[in-house]
C-alpha cells in the first residue's frame, strides 16, 4: 500500500497551493461581499464576478477539470493522484468551482463521459468541461424516502419519439443558478419489472423545456448557498426527445452507482481539506486568546482537542486513499466497502473538528466572522448527501457480517 505522491502529483500541488495563496485565501471575504451585495440588490442568484474571473487564472495555470481519470477529457489522473489536489480545493467551499472541479457538474461529467453517446456529450459534455454553463442532478424526492433510490416516484413514459417526464424533486444540487442549462433526471420508466434495480432510468432535460418549474431554494441552516444552491423542481408534461436516454431504459440505478462511486471520495477529499483549515483556525485562535491567566492552547481541553482532531483528520485521509487506490486498481465495485467507510468516516471527522474549532473560537464560532459556521453547515449536509450515514453502516455491516454467514446452496 503505497501513497507516496508522483513527481507530477506533487507539482500540482505545488502549483495548486500557490494559486489558493495568491487568488483563493485572499478573495475569501470578497466573494461573500459580492453575494450579500446582490442580496441587497433583490437577487443573490447571479455568478460571482470573483470568481468567474480566477476561473480564467486557473484555466491558464492549467489547474481545470483536474477530476477526471479519463485521459482525453481531463487531467488523466487516478483517483489517488486527484485525493490530495481535492483536499487543497476543499479548504474553501468555493474553491472548487474556480478549478471546474465541484459538484454537481463533476459527476455530471462523469456520467456523460462514461455513458453518454457521442451527441450527448458533444452538445453537453464540452460546453460544461469548457466551465461556458453549469448543470443540476435530480434524483432525490420530497415524497419518499430517497435514500433508497428504488422508491423514487417521479416517471419517464414513452410516447412515439419522445418521452414524457412528469415528478416533484428536491435537493436537486445547481437547479437555481442561472448558469444551470441541463437536468440529469432520475425516475422510473419500467415500475412493473420484477428487478426493482431495473426500474430506473436516468435522462438529460435541458433546463428551459416546457414544463420545467423551479419551485424554491433550499436553505441549508439557514444558508441559501446562492448563487448555485439546491432547489424543489416541478416537472409536469416535461417532453424531451428520445435520444436524451442515457445509456438506455432501465439501467439508471447502474449509472447511480457509477456516478456516486467518485462523487462521494470527492466529498470525502474535500471535507478533510475542510477540517484542516478548521483546526488551522482552532490552533491560531487558541495561542492568541488568553482565557483565567492563561491562553486557550494551554488548557488541557483544548490540546487534547487539537491531538484528537490531528488524529482524526489523519485517520480519515488515509481511509480515503485506501479507498482511492482502490477503485483504481480493482474498480469501484470491490471498493464499495471502503466507499461506504469513508462515507460515514470523513463527515463526522469533520463535523466533529469544526465544532471544536467553533468552541475555542467562543460567540465568533457560530458568526460568519471566521468561516466556521458556514464550514460546519456544508460537512452536516454530507452525512445525508449521497447516502445518509445509516445506509452505509448497514452496508458495510452486512458485508462483514457476509465472512460469517453459512453459505447459501446454488
Not at 485506501?322 to 480493482?330: C, E, G, S
Request: glycine share 8%.
Amino acid at each position: 500500500m503505497d501513497f507516496q505522491y508522483s513527481q507530477k502529483v506533487q507539482d500540482l500541488q505545488q502549483r495548486l497551493n500557490a494559486f489558493m495563496e495568491a487568488h483563493i485565501y485572499p478573495n475569501e471575504q470578497v466573494f461573500f461581499d459580492e453575494i450579500a451585495a446582490n442580496r441587497a440588490a433583490g437577487n443573490a442568484w447571479i455568478p460571482t464576478r470573483v470568481v468567474e474571473s480566477l476561473k480564467e487564472k486557473a484555466r491558464e495555470a492549467g489547474l481545470w477539470n483536474l477530476f477526471l481519470p479519463e485521459s482525453g477529457h481531463g487531467a488523466g489522473l487516478t483517483n489517488l493522484e486527484y485525493a490530495p489536489l481535492c483536499e487543497i480545493m476543499g479548504r474553501v467551499v468555493w474553491a472548487p468551482e474556480v478549478f471546474n472541479c465541484s459538484a454537481p457538474d463533476t459527476g455530471n461529467m462523469e456520467v456523460l463521459a462514461r455513458y453518454g453517446t457521442p451527441e450527448q456529450q458533444t452538445q453537453w459534455l464540452q460546453p460544461l468541461l469548457r466551465g461556458e454553463i453549469r448543470s443540476c442532478f435530480a434524483m432525490t424526492e420530497p415524497a419518499v424516502a430517497s435514500s433508497d433510490a428504488t422508491n423514487i416516484e417521479s416517471s419517464i413514459r414513452p410516447d412515439g419519439d419522445s418521452y414524457v417526464i412528469n415528478g416533484r424533486k428536491w435537493w436537486s444540487s445547481g437547479a437555481n443558478d442561472p448558469r444551470c442549462k441541463v437536468f440529469i433526471f432520475m425516475g422510473k420508466s419500467d415500475p412493473d419489472n420484477a428487478d426493482r434495480h431495473k426500474q430506473q432510468s436516468m435522462i438529460i432535460v435541458p433546463r428551459d423545456t416546457p414544463g420545467v418549474t423551479i419551485l424554491r431554494a433550499l436553505p441549508v441552516f439557514g444558508y441559501d448557498d446562492a448563487p448555485h444552491g439546491h432547489g424543489e423542481v416541478l416537472f409536469e408534461n416535461v417532453r424531451v426527445p428520445a435520444a436524451n436516454m442515457l445509456l438506455g431504459e432501465g439501467r439508471g440505478f447502474e449509472i447511480a452507482q457509477g456516478r456516486l462511486g467518485p462523487g462521494r471520495i470527492h466529498h470525502c477529499m474535500r471535507l478533510i481539506g475542510l477540517a484542516e483549515r478548521a483546526l488551522e483556525k482552532m490552533c491560531q485562535r487558541a495561542v492568541k486568546r488568553v482565557a483565567f491567566g492563561k491562553r486557550v492552547a494551554e488548557q488541557t481541553v483544548t490540546l487534547e482537542r487539537i491531538a484528537e482532531s490531528r488524529i482524526l483528520i489523519d485517520q480519515a485521509r488515509f481511509l480515503v486513499l485506501n479507498a482511492a487506490q482502490m477503485m483504481d486498481t480493482v474498480g469501484n465495485k470491490a471498493a464499495a466497502k471502503e466507499i461506504a467507510m469513508i462515507k460515514v468516516a470523513a463527515p463526522n471527522m469533520a463535523c466533529q473538528v469544526i465544532d471544536w474549532a467553533i468552541q475555542v473560537h467562543g460567540g465568533g464560532g457560530v458568526s460568519d466572522d471566521f468561516g466556521l459556521a458556514y464550514a460546519y453547515a456544508q460537512a452536516r449536509t454530507l452525512r445525508l448527501a449521497d447516502g445518509p450515514d445509516e445506509v452505509h453502516r448497514n452496508q458495510i455491516g452486512k458485508m462483514e457480517l457476509k465472512k460469517y454467514l453459512p453459505a447459501r446452496p446454488h
